[in-house]
């Protein structure tokens, strides 16, 4: 990950305050802001067309299917899809096939990533072996490993058993690492596809009650407690898991926790067409729980955005609800839903998202050289944004190799117009675009194609 270019961004604006100002990067790293900069030697110029400037996003939930699934996502595509979504980082998912338990298979993750070099792609470690729940994982191996895995799950399955999770508690103490838990009591899921409530019921769908998500966030809560341990929740998506954190936090528990831009748009409402592209889990609640959910993500008690990016092969999506795969893709469309859920609504400014999709995520996984403030001397890992801009989600046209998104035909506002990875262009469209600026119909009105 040590590949480091030069760039001159022009014509923007850090954290969308003040006049546009230039941003200087030689060697990866930021040495001058200001007003009329000259390039760096050697350097590109990318015009930042008085967009938005923040540090890159990092994302600690996502899926990159490889390997196993490399039909439907790669860790090539899945960073193409994460540099066009204006991430520097993602922590890829061990629900892969093989399972990522083990340090070959974390290293070997870590080793595409850093091949490919759009985006930092760090292997999450599974917690138990073969996500079974029954055995813990070589988590020592796999920190001490060339990929230094730093976040572990066993996501798409809950570590269940509360032995076993004070255990990998214990251990994830003692080796400074964190625990993401997918929270969701299995005994209470059993075949269940929607949320517990009326919609499910009228729609004859098996409901996923709210209890099944906060009983286990209320349990690892105090097994974090009596282990002196950090706990990350996973996709948190009902009102009550806000309470319990809110709870937690007060008694001194290291908590922390993330929710998905689909949990901060989307309600059960959508099930009404039975389409298989709006099963997820967990599922998508009810008008209640997103209030609550972007309250707590505007006032911290919630941390981050993550985006669960959950590709899947049309196939599996397409078939009757209850047969369709969970999961929805996320990263391409992440920020616009937080500039439609959070920016425009003024729950969060700029520096508000810079916060949950920078910020918080870096410091919640110990990553320093992420979420950095966008200051001389600091790594250029930066995102440039057109904040008026709007776009129309496509599936057909994201880099994801799944087209699984819930957004599709929705004119989104907020445009990703480039992205730097230590100063390295890995995303670029529209005026930002090193070559001549194209303009797509496909794309919308303000968005221009993909360099
Ligand atoms: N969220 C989902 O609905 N699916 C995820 C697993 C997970 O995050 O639980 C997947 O791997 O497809
Ligand atoms: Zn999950």
């Not at 990929?147 to 799950?153: E, G, I, Q």
């Not at 599922?283 to 309250?295: G, N, S, V």
């Not at 057109?386 to 957004?407: C, I, M």
Request: net charge negative; proline share 6%.
């Amino acid at each position: 990950m040590s590949v480091t270019g030069s760039v001159l961004i022009t014509n923007v604006r850090p954290y969308g305050d003040g006049d546009p100002v230039d941003v200087a990067v030689v060697d990866g790293e930021i040495t001058a802001i200001g007003a009329g900069l000259p390039a760096p030697e050697g350097a590109d110029t990318i015009d930042g067309g008085g967009g938005v400037l923040l540090p890159g996003f990092v994302d600690l939930h996502t899926h990159l299917r490889q390997p196993g699934r490399e039909d439907t996502e790669t860790v090539e595509s899945g960073s193409r899809a994460a540099a066009r979504g204006g991430y520097t980082a993602v922590f890829a998912m061990a629900n892969t096939d093989p399972v990522a338990d083990n340090a070959s298979i974390t290293d070997h993750v870590w080793r595409l990533g850093r091949e490919i070099g759009l985006v930092d792609v760090h292997p999450v470690g599974a917690v138990t072996v073969g996500l079974a729940g029954e055995q813990l994982a070589e988590m020592g191996m796999m920190a001490d490993g060339d990929a230094a895995v730093k976040l572990f799950s066993d996501d798409g399955k809950c570590v269940h058993d509360p032995v076993i999770m004070k255990r990998a508690l214990e251990y994830s103490k003692g080796l400074g690492v964190l625990i993401s838990q997918h929270s969701e009591d299995p005994r209470l899921t059993v075949g269940a596809v929607a949320h517990d409530g009326p919609t499910a019921a009228r729609l004859g769908l098996t409901g996923w009650p709210r209890a099944a998500e906060e009983s286990i966030v209320a349990r690892d809560a105090l097994l974090a407690r009596d282990a002196g341990a950090r706990v990350h929740i996973a996709h948190a998506s009902t009102a009550g898991t806000v309470e319990l954190i809110r709870w937690a936090r007060g008694q001194g528990i290291e908590i922390t926790a993330e929710v998905t831009p689909h949990h901060l748009l989307l309600d059960d409402s959508r099930l009404e067409t039975y389409d298989g592209v709006n099963r997820v889990n967990p599922p998508l609640r009810e008008e209640t729980d997103k209030t609550a959910l972007r309250a707590a993500l505007a006032d911290g008690i919630i941390d981050c955005v993550a985006t669960d990016h959950a590709p899947h092969a049309a196939q599996e999506k397409c078939c009757e609800f209850s047969q369709a795969r969970p999961g929805m893709l996320g990263l391409e469309t992440a920020l616009s839903i937080v500039v439609e859920t959070m920016v425009r609504p003024g729950l969060l400014d700029w520096r508000g998202v810079a916060r949950v999709m920078s910020e918080r995520p870096a410091q919640i996984v110990g990553l320093d050289d992420q979420g950095r403030p966008i200051a001389v001397g600091e790594p250029a890992n930066l995102t440039i944004i057109d904040p008026d801009g709007s776009w129309e989600v496509r599936g057909q046209t994201l880099a994801s190799k799944s087209g699984n998104t819930p957004y599709e035909s929705m004119r989104l506002p907020g445009v990703v117009q480039a992205t730097v990875l230590r100063g390295r262009v890995t995303a670029a469209r529209g005026p930002a675009a090193l070559d001549d600026t194209v303009f797509d119909p496909a794309f919308g009105e303000t968005a221009g194609e993909w360099r």
